[in-house]
Structures are given as structure tokens and as C-alpha cells.
């Protein structure tokens, strides 16, 4: 499910503080601060799409993400790649590259990278 810029603002808030009520929230906002109200609505839209849920101690609602940051951003990439490059991963890193203007040895850097993290999940999963 997509969330609006102002659900993942508050879901990367919370997803930094792990937990936290209205006010802590709210703190967490260092440019242009949002009223009270819009957070506790963008949080009560956030627990009926069922991506936060809170806890009440006292008068405090205590508010905790469902969804992980990384269910979340591998949900978003895997739409996006299909989205707009036709589910092909190497297109989209094709793009990149040139966009970005990327040179060989950033190229290989890359590679580098990806080879260990696929190393790393196979280790993983063999344990």
C-alpha cells in the first residue's frame, strides 16, 4: 500500500524513535511543524491502513510502527522498478548509471557490493 508524503514523514519518524506519543512526533519535525491535530490524524490514518498501532497509558497514546522501514522500501522499489522499468531490475541500474554518469570503477563498485550482499544472504539462509 502507498502512503502519502505526509504518512511516510511520520512513519520515518517513527520508524527513527521506534516509539513515541503526538508530542514526541511533532519535536521530530524541524523545518515547517505541523499542528497537533494533523499528526494525531495522519497517525489514526496510519492504524487504519494497519502500518501503526498504539497503546494508551493515562491520557498518552503511545504510538509503535507494524510495518518495518524495510517491508515497507522493498515493497515501494519492487512497484517502482515494475512500474517504470518493466520489472527489469538491469534497466533501472542502466538508468541510474547514465543519469548519474557513473564510472567504471563506480560501476564495479557497485557490482562489488551486490556479490557480497547475495554472498551474505546465502550464508544466511545455509545457517
Not at 491502513?49 to 524495510?70: P, Q
Not at 522498478?81 to 518493466?86: E, I, P
Request: glycine share 4%; no cysteine; hydrophobic share 40%.
Amino acid at each position: 500500500m502507498q502512503l502519502t508524503k505526509a504518512e511516510e514523514q511520520i512513519m520515518q519518524i517513527l520508524w527513527t524513535m521506534e516509539e513515541g506519543i503526538v508530542q514526541d512526533i511533532l519535536k521530530e519535525f524541524v523545518d515547517s511543524k505541523p499542528a497537533r491535530t494533523t499528526i494525531a490524524t495522519v497517525l489514526s490514518i496510519l492504524e487504519n491502513k494497519n502500518f501503526v498501532t498504539h497503546r494508551s497509558e493515562g491520557r498518552l497514546n503511545i504510538y509503535k510502527a507494524l510495518v518495518a522501514k524495510e517491508d515497507y522500501s522493498k515493497k515501494q522499489l519492487l512497484g517502482f522498478v515494475k512500474d517504470y522499468f518493466n520489472g527489469s531490475f538491469s534497466s533501472m541500474i542502466s538508468f541510474f548509471a547514465k543519469e548519474n554518469n557513473l564510472t567504471l570503477e563506480e560501476m564495479d563498485h557497485l557490482l562489488e557490493e551486490t556479490r557480497q550482499a547475495l554472498d551474505d544472504k546465502q550464508t544466511d539462509k545455509t545457517e
